[in-house]
């Protein structure tokens, strides 16, 4: 197949028409790239990402079955094969109209014998990379090594016992960062692979987590000797492939961050899929993590409900994405984040042009999220209706303890000139109906 040929023909630059019927599943009709809301322009709120590994190395292979995908751009020999796949990413980047996408260093250039062997396939596919990005104006939301594939990973890269391991993954990440910096990645993700126990008999948590906390250390080091500008970003899963991850959820990355005293160097890459896995509502880990000040990037995808593993389908789900979009409206946006695509057609889903569809689809239903989010927190009903809520913090013996100078003593002394508290209605239907208002 020669370099310069179409992979997606008779697509066009997917258009908006916000007319369009219930059949037309080929254009935006709620994504209007340009249209400002709030100060911003869509484009800027969501800042969508296509994800290298699901859409264009995936073939739809499962533990069960063999491949079901067969892509044009896997011909000739790999490294012939990963250029041809670049290619048809940048025209269907370009089509579907997406400024920005994430990788694994190894799903953009395959591995080597040996570690200079890698590093010159990356640095020659990665040369072709520069030069289409250059050419089109896309940009990479995110690179991450893959530290889980290749066997020596088995028992885990920063975490695994052997520190041989641990110093093959160190050279890899080391690349990766030089790799960010070239291409000039506006974010650096950690997703703990294997990093994690499938038995408890064998591990010894405490290094582990330690050896871990250091790894990150030399990344941080490193990242700042090349004076590489970029955000680094842990991605929370509570479990597959290991039983345990170490980065369980939100709320365990960001405790593991403080103890190590590692905060102020990374931010969170929450994917609902794995909120989910680990026992939350698909919100819950976005909410928390931008509580914190924490929430950097989003995976946006979903599993189903009723599996318990990591599926990453297409976000289609309004009320979801309307949820995940007020959190980010309310904490002013993620950039240098994103709304990266980490969900993969279902194996089923045969057709080239289901990649499309899939995305967007789920560009869709984002965009709805943001209108609705900011219909919510433009009318202010529900934000005036929590502030009241919080209301008795405001003044008195509230204010004191919001500014924290209140004390036990002070407690009982109010309680003893007031008495019982009334009784005040949670109204959670209340919330809900008005919830369903918007949507
Ligand atoms: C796997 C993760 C992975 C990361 C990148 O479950 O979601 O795809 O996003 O390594
Ligand atoms: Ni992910
Ligand atoms: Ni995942």
């Known amino acids: 197949m020669a370099a310069q040929e179409e992979f997606f023909t008779g697509i066009p630059k997917i258009p908006y028409v916000p007319s369009a019927g219930a059949g037309d599943v080929m254009c935006f009709k709620h994504y209007h790239a340009e249209e400002v809301l709030m100060g911003k322009t869509m484009e800027d709120w969501l800042r969508f990402s296509v994800c290298y ?243 950097g990037s989003v995976d946006s995808n979903t599993g189903s409900p009723d599996l318990g593993w990591d599926t990453d389908q297409f976000p289609m789900d309004i009320r979801n994405t309307t949820l995940v979009m007020k959190t980010i409206v309310e904490q002013g946006g993620l950039q240098p984040g994103g709304l990266n695509f980490d969900a993969k057609v279902r194996r089923e889903s045969t057709d080239l042009e289901d990649l499309f569809i899939a995305h967007i689809g789920a560009m869709d239903a984002f965009a709805r999220g943001l209108r609705h989010a900011i219909r919510i927190i433009e009318d202010g009903l529900i934000t005036g209706m929590v502030k009241e809520r919080y209301s008795s913090f405001s003044h008195g013996i509230g204010q004191k303890v919001e500014e924290g100078s209140a004390t036990l003593e002070e407690m009982e002394a109010f309680i003893t000139q007031k008495g019982e508290p009334k009784v005040t209605s949670g109204k959670q239907e209340k919330y809900e109906s008005i919830f369903n208002h918007y949507i």
């Open 53 to 295: 590994w699901h859409s264009f190395c995936g073939t739809g292979a499962d533990p069960f079955g063999s491949p079901t995908l067969h892509r044009p751009w896997n011909e000739g020999t790999p490294m012939e094969a990963a250029k041809l796949r670049l290619r048809a990413a940048f025209e269907f980047f370009t089509k579907l109209g997406v400024k920005y996408y994430t990788f694994h260093d190894r799903d953009m250039a395959p591995e080597g014998s040996t570690l200079e062997e890698s590093n010159r396939n990356l640095d020659e596919i990665t040369d072709l990379a520069l030069q289409l990005q250059s050419q089109t104006g896309i940009k990479v939301l995110w690179v991450t090594c893959n530290l889980f594939a290749h066997p020596r990973y088995m028992n885990g890269a920063a975490t695994n016992p052997d520190c041989h391991v641990l110093a093959y993954a160190g050279a890899q990440v080391k690349k990766g960062l030089d790799v960010a910096k070239k291409l000039g990645a506006e974010n650096f993700v950690f997703w703990g692979g294997r990093e994690g126990f499938l038995s408890i008999y064998n591990t010894d948590v405490a290094a582990e987590l330690k050896h871990m906390a250091n790894f990150f250390k030399m990344a941080v080091q490193y990242k700042e000797k090349i004076g590489l500008k970029c955000q680094f970003l842990i991605e929370p899963k509570p479990k597959e492939p290991c039983k345990h991850q170490y980065d369980y959820d939100a709320m365990s990355v960001i405790g593991f961050l403080k103890h190590y005293g590692l905060e102020s160097h990374f931010k969170l890459n929450i994917e609902p899929n794995h909120t989910t896995l680990a026992g939350h509502s698909y919100e819950h880990d976005v909410v928390m993590a931008s509580a914190f000040g924490m929430l």
